[in-house]
């Protein structure tokens, strides 16, 4: 099969604040999961992130921290970095809307894109009313307001997006108005700026559409959550929707009109260039050519995949795909893979949502200190919430970590298979001897699970892959009750020695087809396998160790964990 080419994008954080649990979960882990399998499948991938710097939620952060937007985001965007390092997540470069070395060509790309949109007639110039704050001097861009929201009724819903239902609001339409910058009640005052006509591309957004919801070779449908969402939005009918602010902190209107003097792109206009302008910084750094992103964003034998929270829909699905059709050299995304909100539930608590301002969050920063990296990564693709809201449940993660990752996947590979090796054959793999009946029937298993793994992650299922993968180390520890080398090595050492060799076969499966999950543990695998890291490629899975194999030292993949040293009470 020839090689395939994948440009794959996770939402960009807003520089303004630390990671949790809820943030990894949606965009980033099942994005990096995937990244990491296209490598070991030999594809061409990139991938792609990056801070959203520029808008409103830096500057409030910034105003309630007491320093500059430039200071903010710069820490932000480096410690968000540091804890996607620390988890694995392999971004191919981690840029920043407004960082150096990333501003200048962003800014550029940006203003380049609103100037083709325009030129083109997509734009419509119009004078409203929007909300002013008195207090402040200014008018209030939508994360500044806070209202009840005027379709369901729900209490703290900002100016642009309602959380609890998912709309699209307008500021302005809000019931009982708040400025979040000095708590005063806004008035109504008259503003221009200029308004993307999403109502044109209504078409052209439900073919697309609809037709990405039946899977066809090579093509996995969407999923069905964000096609319903995205379609019931069209029907609604899309409104004209303003692409400018008044701000002093973005990327200025690049017209030649006195009324865009001191106004600013719309913050989720500029955001999703930031995809398009770090592939350009990545392909000037590894190609020599920043032009080069062409490649990826024009050529339509690339697929695009965006990975992002279940609030990013609209603009991932209607807004940014609206933004390409009316621009017209780019490819639209192959995938928006979107999963839900994750709630969290400490022990003895109700299950809540994860609230930064409450603090019922698990912090990336804070969990690294202390603990390994995959044993997060397995319980957030364990319990994924891929088409509907799920709960990270510490007793639960507690439990799945022992019983599950300690005692089936962990011990298998360490204490019953290396360790074993180690003490009865010398620290090498036995010779094959004569394989039974059942050591063929398992060994020809492991293509099996090797494809059905593929299969699920190719489909975006990633709760679905991980389960495989622990059916595999469920069905390797059956395997080894059968034969019962603990057992045989006092009667029957040739035949003690075949089964050991054929677990290290297992061991040898389980390193690869785990790594896109456990990348960590992998690597921990191959140095006791002595194998380098080639050994990953996926279609080296069901390769077989010689006999005769030196092995390295047996280390211990997976410790237990206890939830009051983990986490404590959750205060």
């Not at 069905?224 to 899309?238: A, D, K, P």
């Not at 069901?542 to 092995?551: F, K, N, R």
Request: glycine share 8%; net charge negative.
């Amino acid at each position: 099969m020839s090689q395939r080419r994948f440009l794959v994008t996770s939402g960009l954080p807003y520089s303004n604040g630390r990671l949790h649990v809820g943030h990894i979960a949606g965009a980033y882990l099942p994005a990096d999961t995937y990244v990491r399998y296209l490598r070991a499948r030999g594809e061409d991938v990139r991938f792609i992130c990056g801070s959203d710097d520029n808008g409103v939620a830096a500057l409030i952060s910034a105003r309630k921290e007491g320093t500059t937007v430039e200071e903010l985001t710069a820490r932000y965007n480096a410690r968000q970095a540091a804890d996607f390092k620390g988890l694995g997540i392999s971004f191919d470069i981690y840029g920043g809307t407004h960082q150096p070395g990333f501003a200048e060509l962003h800014t550029r790309l940006s203003q380049e894109f609103f100037r083709r949109i325009h030129e083109k007639g997509y734009f419509t110039k119009k004078t409203t009313q929007q909300l002013f704050d008195v207090q402040a001097n200014q008018f209030l861009p939508d994360r500044y307001v806070k209202g009840k929201c005027y379709l369901c009724g729900y209490e703290e819903a900002y100016g642009d997006q309602c959380e609890n239902c998912g709309q699209s609001l307008d500021a302005a339409k809000l019931i009982d108005p708040v400025s979040t910058i000095t708590g005063s009640r806004p008035e109504l005052r008259e503003t221009t700026h200029w308004y993307l006509q999403l109502n044109q591309f209504e078409e052209q957004l439900r073919a697309w559409l609809e037709s990405k919801r039946q899977a066809s070779p090579g093509n996995p449908a969407w999923r069905e959550t964000v096609l319903n969402f995205s379609l019931g939005q069209i029907r609604q009918g899309l409104p004209e929707r303003a692409m400018t602010r008044d701000l002093d902190w973005g990327i200025p209107v690049p017209l030649d009109d006195p009324d865009a003097a001191g106004k600013v792109l719309y913050v989720w206009f500029d955001a999703p260039i930031g995809y398009v302008s770090f592939t350009a910084r990545l392909c000037q750094d590894r190609d020599g050519d920043a032009e080069l992103y062409t490649r990826w964003w024009k050529d339509p034998d690339c697929k695009i995949v965006h990975f992002i929270g279940e609030d990013n829909t609209v603009f991932h699905t209607l807004i940014w795909p609206a933004m390409l059709m009316a621009e017209g050299t780019y490819q639209l995304p192959w995938q928006v893979v979107a999963n839900a909100f994750l709630n969290i539930k400490f022990p003895g608590q109700e299950e809540q949502k994860i609230s930064k301002s409450r603090g019922t969050a698990i912090w990336i920063e804070e969990y690294l200190q202390t603990f390994e990296p995959d044993p997060l990564r397995y319980y957030l693709t364990a319990v994924a919430p891929e088409n509907q809201r799920t709960t990270f449940d510490i007793d639960d993660f507690i439990n799945r970590n022992n019983g599950e990752l300690v005692a089936a996947l962990g011990n298998f590979i360490y204490g019953r298979t290396v360790k074993f090796a180690h003490q009865y054959f010398e620290g090498r793999v036995p010779p094959v001897g004569k394989r039974t009946e059942g050591d063929h029937e398992f060994l020809a298993r492991i293509g099996e699970f090797r494809d059905r793994i593929a299969a699920e992650i190719e489909a975006f299922r990633f709760k679905n892959a991980i389960g495989v993968l622990m059916e595999f180390a469920r069905a390797a520890n059956g395997y080894y009750d059968s034969r019962q080398p603990w057992k045989s090595r006092k009667t029957d050492m040739a035949d003690c020695g075949t089964a050991i060799n054929v677990s290290l076969q297992i061991v040898r499966a389980m390193t690869t087809l785990m790594a896109p999950f456990l990348p960590f543990s992998a690597l921990k695998c191959l140095d006791m396998l002595r194998l380098d890291e080639s050994a990953l490629q996926w279609d080296r899975a069901t390769e077989q160790l010689p006999e005769g194999h030196a092995l390295g030292e047996p280390v211990i993949l997976f410790k237990k964990l206890d939830a009051a040293e983990l986490f404590g009470t959750g205060e």
